[in-house]
C-alpha cells in the first residue's frame, strides 16, 4: 500500500518534472491554421516569405485530384494559394486565379535531381509580392517558353506584369529554377534577377514605381570566372548587390605549396551602376583537391557590411571531409575577418541527406546550420543548430534532433528571432511550433537593427506634437552618408504619408553627429508631428549613416521604430480663405490646360493635399480662379485659391494652415514636392491665409476715418456758421477726393493684375487691342482717372458751405441744369460701369488688397449718393420754396421760374465758370478724352 502510493508520488513528482521542464525549456508553442476553404487534397506548405513588420507569406500547394500525377512529378491545383499570417496572429487567404498556362501547375524533377517548379513567388516591399510563371505560345514546346513576372499584393490584387527573358533550357531540359530572384537591402529599391546560364550569367536590375509599375534600371552579362564551382548573389549594405563565385582547381601539384587551388571573389554594383566591377579575392586556399561547394551569403546582423560562409569540400581518396569558413567583408570587396567554423559538435549528417550543412542567420546574433534528411518513412527529418559566433560553438535548438518536418522541411526565422517550425499538414490543416531562439549577442533592442543603442522617441513612446527634433544613439561612431531618414504618418486607413524625409548629405542643415559620433540628431520642421493622437514610424534608410572607422553604410530601420503623437485640444476656427502660388514652371504647365485640364488639376490638387495633409477631401475646395503675382515680374506666377471648411471632427483649420504653409514652404524634404500637381506650388510663397483687412491696414482705416471726422466737423462748424448753406457737399467733396484718389490708385496698381479687364475672354482675345492697350496703357489709365473725377464737384462750388463766399459761385441756371445733366450722365457713364468694372475685379481676383476694396466701397458709396442726390433734387423741383433756395437772397433776381428749377436747386451762375464748362463741353480735347473712355470702358467690359 505505502510502496504503491509512493510509487504513485514519484510518478506524480516525474511526471510535474517533465511537464514544467518540456513546457519552460523547451517553450514551444504551437500555431495552427484551418483552412476556410476545404479541399479534397492537404494543403502543403511549399514556399514563405518574411517581412520586416513580422508578416510571413506562405505559399500552399494542393495536388490536383482530377489530373493523375506519375511518380516524379505533381499537377497542382491551378491557383496561387496565398497564406498571409499576420503580426497580430490572424491568416488572410487569398486562392487567385491568375490565368496563366496550364503548365505552370505542373511540378516536376529533372534527369539530375532538380526540384522544377515554373511558379515561384518572392517578397517585395511590405504589402506587396511578385510571382514568377512562365508564358508559352506553344506549350508543347519548351523552345517558346517566356519567364514573365507579376505583382500582386496581400489581398490579391494584381499589378504590372513584366517579360523577363527566355527560358533557361540546357541539354533539352527547361530548368524553370535556376534563376534567382534578390531583394534590394530596402525592399523598396527593386530586386535583382539572375539567370545562371550553362555559359554565362544573365542579370536584370528592377525597381518598381509609385504605381507599382515594373522599370528595368540596368541589365547585362557577364561571364563565369573559369573553374567556378559554387556562386551566390546578394543585396549589400550600401543598396547595392554582389555576385560572388567560388573557383576550384582540380591540379594537386605538390611540388609547389603555394599554389592556389581554391579562391573566392566578389563583384560588386553600386545602385545606380550600369555594370559590376572587377573580380576582388575574398578568400584563397592552397589546400590540395579541395572544392568551394557552396556559398551562403547575407548582411552581418551584429557586425559591419556583409558576412559569407563558404562550404569547402576535400576529396581524398578514401573519403571526403567538409569545412566551413565565415568572412565578413565591407561592399568595397575588403575582407574585414575569416573564421573556421569548428564542425565536430555537429552529428555526422546520413548519408542519404539531400544537403549538406546549410547555413542561414539569426537577427540576433549567430547562425543556424541545418541539414535535411528523409527517414524511412520518407518524411522529412531536419537537424537544426544554432552557431554562436562569439562563443565559437554550436548548441542544439529546442525541439528534438533530428525533428520531423512537412514534406519541405520548413522553418521560418521572424525578424524577432522566433522561429516557426512546420509540421506535417492535415486535410485542411496546418500548423507550425513556434520557439524563440536566444539572442546570441549581448546588444539587445527592438530595432531589428544591432547597431542601433537607442533612440528618442522610443518605441512606442507617446510625444507631443510640438516634437521639433528625434535622435539616434548607435554603439559605435558613425558619420552620416548618403541615405533618407523618413517619417510617416499612418492614417486611419492604415496608408503611410510621408511627413519630412531628410537626406544625411543633402539637407545637412536638418542632420548633426554629436562629437563622440554616437549620436545623430534630425531635425523636424513644425509640420511633421502636428497631426494629435496620430501614428508615425520612423524609416532610417540603409546609407543614412556609415561606420565612421570602416566607412561602410549600415543597415536601416523599417517598420519597427512607431511611436504615437498625444492627443490635444485645438479651437475650432471658422472657414479660412488662403491662397497659394504656383511656381513658373506651374504657372505654364496650368496654362497649357485646356478648361478640363484646368478642372482637372484643381481636382487633382484637393486629392494630393487632402492626403498629404491629411483631411477630408470635402473639406477643402477653390473658385477656379487664377490671377497674375504682378510682384515677381517679369517671371510669371499665378495664384489660385484654396478654402478650408472647419470641421468638429479633425484638425482646426488654423493648425491646417499652419502646417500646409510650412510643408509647402519645405517642400523638398515634405510630400508636397514629390505629388505630381502639389510639386507646382511656390515654396517662397506658402499658403498664406486671406488677409484679414483690418490687421493688415489697421492704420489707414483709422486715418481714413480721421478725415471723416475732420469733414464732419467741419460740416457741423458749417451748419453752425450758416444753416442755409447745402454743407453736405462738404461730405460730398471729400468723398469725390478720395474716390479719385483711390480711382487714381486701383488703376495703376491693380488694374494690370486681372486680365479680364482688359480681354472680355481667352478665346476672344484681341491682338490688336492688346498691342494697342500695351502701347498706350499709360494713356488709357490716365484716361481713365480722369473721367472718375466727379463733374458733380463743381455743383460743390455753388453750394454756400458755411456761406463762404468762394462756396456761393453764381452759375446760371443754364450752368446748373447743364451740371445737373451732365453729372445724371455721368452715373451712367462713368460710376456705373466703374462699380461693374470694381465688381469684376472683385470677383475675379485672389488676393485683394485694401485699395480696390476701398475703391470698390467709395464708388458704391458716391453712386448712391449721387443717385439719392438726384431723386432729392428731383423731389426737390417739385415743391416750391426750398430752404436752400430761401437762402440764396443776394441771387434772387437771377431766380429762376419754378418751373425751370427742376434743373438745379441753386440759382448763381458763375460766367467763368460757364465759360469754362461750355469749354469742356465742346473742347475737341474733351471729346477725345469721353471717346477714349468710352472706348477703353468697353474693351474692358
Ligand atoms: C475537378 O473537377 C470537378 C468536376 O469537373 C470540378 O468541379 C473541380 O473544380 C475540379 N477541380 C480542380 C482543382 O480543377
Ligand atoms: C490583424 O492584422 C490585420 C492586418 O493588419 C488586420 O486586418 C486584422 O483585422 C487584425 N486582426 C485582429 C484580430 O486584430
Ligand atoms: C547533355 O546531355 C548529354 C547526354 O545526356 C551529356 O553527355 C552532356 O554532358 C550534357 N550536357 C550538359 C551541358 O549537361
Ligand atoms: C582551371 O582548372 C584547370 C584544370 O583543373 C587548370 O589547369 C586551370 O589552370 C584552372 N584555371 C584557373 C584560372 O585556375
Ligand atoms: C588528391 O587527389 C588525387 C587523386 O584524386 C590523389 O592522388 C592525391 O593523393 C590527393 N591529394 C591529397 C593531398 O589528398
Given at each position: 500500500m505505502i510502496q504503491s502510493s509512493l510509487y504513485l508520488m514519484v510518478l506524480l513528482i516525474a511526471w510535474i518534472t517533465i511537464f514544467s521542464l518540456t513546457s519552460s525549456v523547451s517553450g514551444l508553442g504551437s500555431f495552427t491554421h484551418n483552412e476556410m476553404n476545404p479541399f479534397e487534397t492537404k494543403p502543403r506548405i511549399w514556399k514563405y516569405l518574411t517581412y520586416f513588420d513580422g508578416t510571413v507569406v506562405l505559399r500552399i500547394i494542393n495536388r490536383n485530384p482530377n489530373i493523375t500525377s506519375l511518380d516524379n512529378e505533381a499537377w497542382i491545383r491551378p491557383v496561387l494559394s496565398l497564406r498571409i499570417i499576420h503580426p497580430n496572429g490572424t491568416v488572410?487567404?487569398?486562392?487567385?486565379?491568375?490565368?496563366?498556362?496550364?503548365?505552370?501547375?505542373?511540378?516536376?524533377?529533372?534527369?539530375?535531381?532538380?526540384?522544377?517548379?515554373?511558379?515561384?513567388?518572392?517578397?517585395?516591399?511590405?504589402?506587396?509580392?511578385?510571382?514568377?510563371?512562365?508564358?508559352?505560345?506553344?506549350?508543347?514546346?519548351?523552345?517558346?517558353?517566356?519567364?514573365?513576372?507579376?505583382?500582386?499584393?496581400?489581398?490579391?490584387?494584381?499589378?504590372?506584369?513584366?517579360?523577363?527573358?527566355?527560358?533557361?533550357?540546357?541539354?533539352?531540359?527547361?530548368?524553370?529554377?535556376?534563376?534567382?530572384?534578390?531583394?534590394?537591402?530596402?525592399?523598396?529599391?527593386?530586386?535583382?534577377?539572375?539567370?545562371?546560364?550553362?555559359?554565362?550569367?544573365?542579370?536584370?536590375?528592377?525597381?518598381?514605381?509609385?504605381?507599382?509599375?515594373?522599370?528595368?534600371?540596368?541589365?547585362?552579362?557577364?561571364?563565369?570566372?573559369?573553374?567556378?564551382?559554387?556562386?551566390?548573389?546578394?543585396?549589400?549594405?550600401?543598396?547595392?548587390?554582389?555576385?560572388?563565385?567560388?573557383?576550384?582547381?582540380?591540379?594537386?601539384?605538390?611540388?609547389?605549396?603555394?599554389?592556389?587551388?581554391?579562391?573566392?571573389?566578389?563583384l560588386t554594383k553600386g545602385y545606380d551602376d550600369k555594370q559590376f566591377g572587377a573580380p576582388k579575392l575574398l578568400y584563397q586556399s592552397n589546400l590540395a583537391n579541395i572544392t568551394i561547394s557552396n556559398i551562403f551569403s547575407g548582411i552581418s546582423s551584429t557586425g559591419i557590411g556583409q558576412v559569407c560562409t563558404l562550404n569547402i569540400t576535400q576529396n581524398t581518396v578514401t573519403s571526403s571531409r567538409n569545412y566551413y569558413v565565415k568572412l565578413n567583408f565591407l561592399s568595397s570587396g575588403s575582407v574585414t575577418e575569416i573564421i573556421p567554423i569548428p564542425l565536430s559538435y555537429l552529428p555526422v549528417l546520413p548519408s542519404n541527406s539531400t544537403t549538406r550543412w546549410l547555413v542561414a542567420s539569426i537577427p540576433y546574433g549567430g547562425y543556424v546550420f541545418y541539414g535535411r534528411f528523409p527517414d524511412a518513412n520518407n518524411n522529412t527529418n531536419v537537424y537544426v543548430y544554432y552557431f554562436d559566433e562569439y562563443e565559437n560553438k554550436f548548441t542544439a535548438w529546442d525541439s528534438r534532433e533530428p525533428s520531423v518536418?512537412?514534406?519541405?522541411?520548413?522553418?521560418?526565422?521572424?525578424?524577432?528571432?522566433?522561429?516557426?517550425?512546420?509540421?506535417?499538414?492535415?486535410?485542411?490543416?496546418?500548423?507550425?511550433?513556434?520557439?524563440?531562439?536566444?539572442?546570441?549577442?549581448?546588444?539587445?533592442?527592438?530595432?531589428?537593427?544591432?547597431?542601433?543603442?537607442?533612440?528618442?522617441?522610443?518605441?512606442?513612446?507617446?510625444?507631443?506634437?510640438?516634437?521639433?527634433?528625434?535622435?539616434?544613439?548607435?554603439?559605435?561612431?558613425?558619420?552620416?552618408?548618403?541615405g533618407n531618414i523618413s517619417i510617416y504618418q499612418i492614417d486611419n486607413s492604415g496608408n503611410n504619408i510621408i511627413r519630412q524625409f531628410v537626406n544625411g548629405i543633402k539637407s545637412s542643415d536638418f542632420c548633426s553627429i554629436s562629437d563622440d559620433g554616437l549620436t545623430v540628431t534630425v531635425k523636424l520642421i513644425k509640420s511633421t508631428?502636428?497631426?494629435?493622437?496620430?501614428?508615425?514610424?520612423?524609416?532610417?534608410?540603409?546609407?543614412?549613416?556609415?561606420?565612421?572607422?570602416?566607412?561602410?553604410?549600415?543597415?536601416?530601420?523599417?517598420?519597427?521604430?512607431?511611436?504615437?503623437?498625444?492627443?490635444?485640444?485645438?479651437?475650432?476656427?471658422?472657414?479660412?480663405?488662403?491662397?497659394?502660388?504656383?511656381?513658373?514652371?506651374?504657372?505654364?504647365?496650368?496654362?497649357?490646360?485646356?478648361?478640363?485640364?484646368?478642372?482637372?488639376?484643381?481636382?487633382?490638387?484637393?486629392?494630393?493635399?487632402?492626403?498629404?495633409?491629411?483631411?477630408?477631401?470635402?473639406?477643402?475646395?477653390?473658385?477656379?480662379?487664377?490671377?497674375?503675382d504682378t510682384t515677381v515680374s517679369p517671371s510669371r506666377q499665378i495664384f489660385i485659391s484654396l478654402n478650408i471648411e472647419p470641421s468638429n471632427e479633425g484638425r482646426s483649420v488654423a493648425s491646417i494652415i499652419d502646417n500646409l504653409n510650412e510643408m509647402i514652404k519645405y517642400k523638398s524634404i515634405t510630400s508636397i514636392g514629390l505629388n505630381p500637381i502639389t510639386?507646382?506650388?511656390?515654396?517662397?510663397?506658402?499658403?498664406?491665409?486671406?488677409?484679414?483687412?483690418?490687421?493688415?491696414?489697421?492704420?489707414?482705416?483709422?486715418?481714413?476715418?480721421l478725415i471723416l471726422a475732420i469733414l464732419l466737423v467741419l460740416f457741423l462748424i458749417a451748419e453752425k456758421m450758416q444753416r442755409k448753406g447745402r454743407n453736405i457737399a462738404i461730405l460730398h467733396l471729400g468723398l469725390i477726393i478720395f474716390d479719385f484718389v483711390l480711382d487714381v490708385l486701383f488703376v495703376s496698381k491693380n488694374g494690370k493684375v486681372i486680365e479680364l479687364l482688359y480681354i472680355p475672354s481667352h478665346e476672344n482675345k484681341s491682338k490688336d487691342f492688346l498691342y494697342w492697350f500695351s502701347q498706350n496703357e499709360k494713356l488709357a489709365s490716365v484716361f481713365t482717372v480722369l473721367s472718375s473725377a466727379d463733374i458733380e464737384a463743381l455743383s460743390i462750388l455753388h453750394s454756400n458751405i458755411a456761406g463762404l463766399k468762394c462756396f456761393q459761385a453764381p452759375i446760371s441756371t443754364k450752368g446748373k441744369n447743364r451740371i445737373f445733366w451732365a453729372s445724371c450722365l455721368t452715373v451712367f457713364v462713368e460710376d456705373i460701369p466703374q462699380l461693374i468694372i470694381q465688381l469684376i475685379y472683385y470677383y475675379n481676383v485672389i488676393t485683394y488688397d485694401i485699395i480696390p476694396l476701398l475703391a470698390l466701397v467709395s464708388s458704391c458709396l458716391s453712386l448712391l449718393i449721387n443717385i439719392i442726390g438726384k431723386l432729392f433734387q428731383a423731389i426737390n423741383s417739385c415743391r416750391p420754396g426750398t430752404l436752400e433756395y430761401d437762402g440764396q437772397d443776394d441771387f434772387q433776381k437771377l431766380q429762376t421760374p419754378t418751373t425751370e428749377r427742376s434743373s438745379a436747386s441753386d440759382e448763381s451762375i458763375s460766367h467763368s465758370i460757364d465759360i469754362k464748362e461750355e469749354n469742356e463741353k465742346n473742347s475737341d480735347k474733351n471729346n477725345l478724352t469721353g471717346s477714349s473712355k468710352s472706348s477703353f470702358q468697353e474693351v474692358i467690359l
Open positions: 488572410s487567404e487569398i486562392d487567385k486565379d491568375l490565368e496563366i498556362p496550364e503548365f505552370n501547375w505542373h511540378i516536376t524533377i529533372s534527369p539530375d535531381g532538380y526540384l522544377l517548379d515554373p511558379v515561384n513567388i518572392y517578397a517585395l516591399q511590405k504589402g506587396f509580392l511578385l510571382f514568377r510563371y512562365f508564358n508559352a505560345s506553344n506549350p508543347d514546346d519548351i523552345n517558346t517558353y517566356e519567364e514573365w513576372g507579376r505583382i500582386i499584393d496581400w489581398n490579391g490584387n494584381l499589378y504590372d506584369n513584366v517579360y523577363f527573358s527566355k527560358a533557361n533550357i540546357e541539354n533539352g531540359t527547361w530548368y524553370p529554377t535556376k534563376t534567382s530572384i534578390v531583394n534590394n537591402v530596402n525592399p523598396e529599391k527593386g530586386f535583382i534577377k539572375i539567370y545562371w546560364r550553362v555559359d554565362y550569367v544573365e542579370w536584370q536590375q528592377y525597381t518598381i514605381d509609385d504605381a507599382f509599375n515594373f522599370i528595368k534600371l540596368s541589365y547585362g552579362n557577364l561571364s563565369y570566372l573559369e573553374n567556378t564551382t559554387a556562386f551566390n548573389v546578394m543585396g549589400t549594405v550600401d543598396d547595392g548587390y554582389s555576385i560572388i563565385m567560388g573557383i576550384s582547381t582540380s591540379s594537386d601539384n605538390d611540388e609547389d605549396p603555394l599554389e592556389t587551388s581554391a579562391a573566392v571573389y566578389v518536418l512537412n514534406l519541405r522541411g520548413i522553418f521560418i526565422i521572424l525578424p524577432n528571432n522566433t522561429m516557426l517550425i512546420s509540421q506535417m499538414e492535415d486535410f485542411n490543416m496546418w500548423s507550425f511550433l513556434t520557439t524563440d531562439i536566444p539572442k546570441l549577442t549581448n546588444l539587445d533592442n527592438n530595432y531589428s537593427n544591432l547597431q542601433i543603442n537607442s533612440t528618442s522617441p522610443s518605441i512606442n513612446d507617446n510625444i507631443s506634437t510640438l516634437t521639433n527634433n528625434i535622435t539616434i544613439t548607435y554603439y559605435e561612431p558613425v558619420e552620416l552618408s548618403d508631428f502636428s497631426n494629435p493622437n496620430s501614428k508615425f514610424y520612423v524609416k532610417i534608410g540603409s546609407n543614412f549613416a556609415r561606420s565612421r572607422a570602416y566607412k561602410e553604410s549600415l543597415m536601416g530601420v523599417y517598420d519597427v521604430w512607431k511611436f504615437n503623437t498625444n492627443p490635444i485640444e485645438e479651437p475650432l476656427a471658422g472657414k479660412v480663405s488662403g491662397v497659394l502660388r504656383l511656381t513658373i514652371e506651374g504657372t505654364e504647365y496650368f496654362e497649357n490646360l485646356n478648361s478640363t485640364g484646368k478642372n482637372q488639376f484643381f481636382a487633382n490638387l484637393h486629392l494630393e493635399l487632402s492626403k498629404i495633409i491629411p483631411i477630408n477631401i470635402k473639406r477643402l475646395s477653390s473658385n477656379g480662379k487664377t490671377q497674375v510639386k507646382y506650388l511656390d515654396e517662397n510663397f506658402g499658403f498664406t491665409p486671406k488677409q484679414d483687412l483690418w490687421d493688415e491696414y489697421k492704420c489707414r482705416f483709422l486715418g481714413v476715418l
